[in-house]
């Protein structure tokens, strides 16, 4: 889903309210703009304001608080990753082709999710990141300890690795999109109705217009928000890559 579009079409769909309300209020006659018609309009969209805000602001406070357990996911992959490298360390020098595995493992997750190109970005569940996952843990399974102390340290490994493939796989539930079509469709409705009341009832003069058009431009940013920080890949606010750089950049040493 993209988050600019998305916006466009919410910042369209509040100024077409307002230039609709504008439009319709000239071919109203004068009685169906008293004063006890204006109250029975403005108390019906206090309403869908109420709801509207709540809605905006529930979304605003879900969205990020999503965005921020990815960044801590991958925080967490980083630490295991560092431990998993430290603990075959203390296994010997048997041990240095899966620290080499490992070390190719999360130089392809970070090549998968960060390339130089964008458009080349994949999915954390991508089949190489899968394909080198599974070499990793192959080659910790092949380890033959010597002695009670490596047989401690391999069973070790094998936890940590187990709990790589777990954080992995939790990012990946975190890929999927969590606002569907339909909700966004009816938030648009409603600010556009929102709008249109706002138009309706707006003096005719650049100032008013000037004022309702930020109104819907900052409606439309945070519309932006809640749907760019739905995708931590894919939009222009991303998850940082810096956690599992520098945990690449510790491996092996």
């Known amino acids: 889903m993209n988050s600019i579009l998305v916006a466009a079409i919410v910042f369209g769909s509040a100024l077409g309210g307002v230039l609709v309300g504008m439009f319709v209020r000239r071919l109203l006659p004068d009685e169906y703009l008293q004063h006890e018609t204006k109250e029975t309009i403005r108390l019906a969209t206090a309403l869908i304001a109420t709801m509207a805000a709540l809605v905006l602001g529930l979304l605003v406070s879900a969205a990020k608080s999503s965005f921020d357990e990815e960044t801590s996911g991958f925080r967490q992959l980083a630490l295991n990753a560092v431990l998993l490298d430290r603990t075959l360390a203390q296994f010997g020098e048997d041990a240095r082709p899966a620290r080499d595995q490992l070390k190719r493992t999360i130089a392809q997750t970070v090549d ?94 650049a100032l008013a217009f000037a004022a309702l058009l930020v109104c819907a431009a900052s409606v439309a940013g945070a519309v932006f928000l809640i749907v760019d920080l739905d995708q931590p890949f894919d939009g222009l606010v991303k998850v940082s890559s810096s956690s599992l750089r520098d945990a690449l950049s510790k491996l092996g040493q």
């Not at 964008?118 to 990141?129: F, L, T, Y």
């Open 112 to 205: 998968s999710l960060w390339p130089d190109d964008p458009a080349e970005s994949s999915r954390i569940d991508d089949a190489k990141i899968t394909a080198e996952g599974s070499a990793l843990i192959d080659a910790l399974r092949g380890l033959s300890p010597h002695d009670e102390s490596q047989r401690a340290l391999k069973a070790q490994t094998l936890q940590l690795s187990s709990e790589l493939m777990r954080d992995r796989w939790r990012l990946s539930q975190g890929n999927e999109e969590s606002l569907p079509a339909p909700f966004l469709v009816v938030l648009a409705f409603w600010l556009a109705v929102l709008f249109g009341s706002f138009g309706l009832f707006a003096p005719r003069n």
